[in-house]
């Protein structure tokens, strides 16, 4: 596998590990998916780890099903599955555990000693396998997601966390491994754990907040059926693990019952009413760890949204990001640009579509309004006549603000702007499309004071475009030419076409 990945792992391409003990099912190939979707080459690891087990627990007949694993990963397109044994991943001599500290001593880990020490080491020990950019997991076992989270933060582990909603049978039980060890009568009654969730959300939106009035009614749906053992019932603050006295949005209700033999748990994150189960997944996973959640009111959705996304790597960790944030380009060059040195300008836009669907190079025959004005402006019929000589990207690939782009997003993917700078050696060009790509290239790009910038309106205010001369040091030791003009699908104000401009400029 370290071989595997070195060979595949391109400049530019991304790599993408879901972890698994198998036995899959609907929930893991919804992470298989995200996966193909978000990179280059997906790794599937099937891995049932020992150490996370105690010595009463079921590893041994924990369900086993690699045959069925292989042609469902094989119909879902994964590139490589990794199902080492016991003794290569745990080889004689092994001795070193990574210890999550805290959050691993509460709720699952309570009643599990152990548990997250041995989900964490192997994890870690995955990661320097495979060495993924990005890693998938899934939001329904909610604590392992606050661990790894951590174990990334901790140990500065170079790798995005995504994370992916809980994925559900019609009565709204959570897929599970060990579903299929459920008698029928337990499958049944079963339901009752998810609908006891459901319950305390609808108590919550009729304006009860008081967490141990929910956790009360979830106890009580769920006593009601004798079949069901109820573990644990919590309401926590998601960065923390602790109870909350007021469950806010953003605030997780965690349940573990046993049914028989089989034991299942099972979360759903408080949300505003309707809301989806990303929205809910981002403010849960955004959640300040100091959280005041008594005294004061509950803090208006809206305000939470805006203090969500500290660092692109929280922002890589809700699954509203659709592009991978450093690869979106690349992908497209190797397709649409048989030759990169063709290539003499370089179009900057603002926040890249949410959608994939979205972008210019996923529908190169479907124009739409922002293509159609992006050709105009620059003097192309089509997209063969564009990408003969530009090449698109954006200021900002980080949804988590919405249409809102923050400073630190505009730093941080100014990073990724100067690799596909890199890319096409021979630019003259560079057309800068609104102002954040403004904002970002003066500060980002050509590193100037925010003192020494002008505003975007006011350059642009005479002529409706402006262009200066620069040099990128890190690029090449020659003159740039660089254009900024209106974002397209600005509706106040629209640049003249700048065909003749670059055409000049193009000499
Ligand atoms: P497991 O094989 O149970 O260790 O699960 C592997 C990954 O799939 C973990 O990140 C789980 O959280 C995720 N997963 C398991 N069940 C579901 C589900 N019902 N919905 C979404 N993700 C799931």
Redesign the pocket.
């Known amino acids: 596998m370290i071989a595997y990945t070195a060979e595949v792992r391109g400049p530019g391409k991304s790599l993408a590990l879901?972890?698994?003990?198998?036995?899959l099912?609907?929930?893991?190939l919804?992470?298989v998916r995200k996966a193909r979707i978000q990179c280059d080459v997906v790794v599937v690891s099937i891995f049932v780890n020992p150490t996370q087990f105690g010595p009463n627990e079921d590893f041994a007949r924990y369900p086993r099903n690699p045959e069925q694993d292989f042609d469902l990963l094989e119909s879902s397109k994964v590139h490589a599955v990794f199902a080492p044994s016991v003794a290569e991943v745990f080889p004689a001599g092994f001795s070193t555990f990574v210890d999550p500290g805290p959050l691993a001593n509460v709720l699952e880990g309570a009643q599990r000693p152990g548990h997250f020490r041995g989900v964490a080491t192997v994890v870690l020990r995955l990661f320097n396998i495979v060495r993924p950019d990005i890693a998938?997991?899934?939001?329904?076992?909610f604590q392992?997601?606050v661990i790894i989270r951590r174990l990334v933060e901790d140990l500065n582990l170079p790798v995005r966390i995504v994370v992916?909603?809980?994925?559900?049978e019609a009565d709204g039980l959570?897929?599970?491994?060990r579903n299929v060890y459920l008698s029928a009568e337990d499958r049944k009654a079963a339901a009752l754990v998810p609908r006891s969730l459901k319950h305390a959300e609808a108590m919550a939106q009729s304006g009860e907040a008081e967490a141990q009035q929910l956790v009360e009614d979830i106890t009580k749906t769920i006593d009601a059926e004798p079949r069901v053992h109820l573990d644990y019932a919590a309401i926590v603050n998601p960065a923390t693990l602790e109870p909350v006295a007021l469950a806010l949005p953003g605030s997780v209700a965690l349940v573990a019952a046993r049914l028989g033999t089989v034991r299942l748990i099972d979360n759903l994150i408080f949300g505003p009413p309707g809301s989806s189960p990303e929205l809910r997944l981002q403010l849960a996973l955004t959640t300040p760890t100091a959280e005041k959640d008594s005294g004061s009111s509950p803090r208006p959705e809206i305000d939470r949204l805006r203090l969500k996304i500290e660092n692109c790597r929280d922002c890589a960790a809700v699954t509203s990001i659709s592009l991978p944030p450093r690869e979106f380009l690349f992908k497209y060059v190797k397709r649409d640009y048989p030759d990169l040195g063709a290539i003499r300008s370089l179009v900057i836009g603002g926040c890249a579509p949410i959608s994939p669907d979205g972008s210019i190079y996923c529908h190169p025959d479907t124009p739409n309004p922002f293509s159609l004005r992006l050709y105009e402006l620059l003097g192309v019929a089509n997209f063969e006549e564009f990408t003969a000589r530009f090449a698109l990207t954006d200021a900002a690939r980080c949804h988590a603000l919405g249409n809102r782009v923050d400073e630190r997003t505009l730093e941080y993917c100014a990073r990724h702007l100067r690799e596909e700078f890199k890319l096409f050696p021979n630019l003259q060009s560079i057309v800068i499309l609104g102002e954040y790509a403004y904002s970002q290239f003066q500060r980002h790009i050509l590193s100037r004071e925010r003192g020494a910038i002008r505003p975007f309106m006011d350059l642009l205010k005479t002529d409706g475009w402006a262009q200066e001369t620069v040099r990128l040091p890190w690029y090449g030791e020659r003159d740039l030419q660089v254009l900024y003009c209106y974002h397209p699908t600005f509706e106040n104000k629209k640049s003249p076409s700048l065909a003749a401009h670059l055409t000049a400029s193009l000499g």
């Open positions: 879901v972890p698994t003990m198998g036995a099912h609907e929930g893991h919804s992470l998938f997991f899934g939001q329904k076992d392992q997601v992916c909603p809980i994925v559900r959570a897929r599970s491994s």
